[in-house]
């Protein structure tokens, strides 16, 4: 089964005063939607825009495992155990919030920042919080986040070029760029489908595009 969400449907939050442009794919925060809380470990995929030095300040997080990847820019990253980093397009970045951490997220350059930002939820509470970054990831390459039973697939499609979509319970796919065709649904940026149990899916590219593509084990519903 197949549930594809549109870009137009997010909720839309941030501060856009203070120049933060946020669109929401869950319930989040005032936004309270009791039927769409998570899917499985996956309980936030927020899209981000941030103006030329627009940023959150520091702010706490626990018990969360937070994937970030910068689709236009550059993102400042620091948190309270000692990391600074630049995160560029083609990079993961994750922080694990473990028992808890402070981080701040900022747009230091001169031009506009977008960047996809997940939160999935660890199978057990507590620990140390830990941080990795992985540079200019290959296409296809899982990234795993062992915490959540989780493997992020990064695809870069060309016009007319297929890849198979990992059989699994449960499969999130982000379109972060072009335009997709999805088991006979066209995607198109910012649109999101939630498969479950997915067997002989396929991606299309429409056009040339960038898929985010998350794998969920059975041990992370």
């Known amino acids: 089964m197949m549930d594809v969400r549109r870009a137009g449907e997010r909720y839309r939050g941030g501060d856009p005063a203070a120049g933060i442009d946020t669109r929401h794919a869950f319930s989040f925060g005032p936004h309270y939607e009791p039927d769409n809380l998570r899917f499985g470990p996956l309980i936030a995929c927020n899209e981000e825009r941030l103006a030329p030095g627009a940023g959150f300040d520091e702010h706490p997080h626990s018990h969360t495992e937070i994937v970030t990847w910068v689709i236009e820019g550059e993102l400042t990253h620091r948190d ?3 990391h600074e980093s630049l995160v560029r397009p083609g990079d993961v970045q994750r922080l694990g919030a473990a028992g808890g951490v402070r981080h701040v997220e900022r ?6 920042l977008v960047f996809v930002q997940m939160w999935l939820a660890p199978a057990e509470p507590g620990g140390d919080p830990s941080y990795e970054i992985v540079r200019g990831i ?5 990234y795993a986040v062992p915490e959540a039973g989780a493997l992020l697939h990064v695809r870069r499609l060309r016009a007319g070029e297929r890849t198979a979509v990992p059989d699994a319970p449960r499969v999130y796919v982000h379109v972060v760029r072009g335009d997709v065709r999805l088991d006979g649904e066209e995607l198109a940026a910012g649109d ?8 002989d899916v396929e991606a299309v590219g429409v056009t040339g595009a960038e898929l985010l ?6 041990a992370a519903d």
């Open 107 to 112: 747009n230091d350059a001169d031009g506009p």
């Open 192 to 199: 999101a489908a939630r498969i479950t149990d997915a067997k």
């Open 138 to 142: 290959a296409d296809s390459t899982p």
């Open 80 to 82: 309270s155990a000692g």
């Open 213 to 218: 593509v998350w794998v969920f084990t059975p």
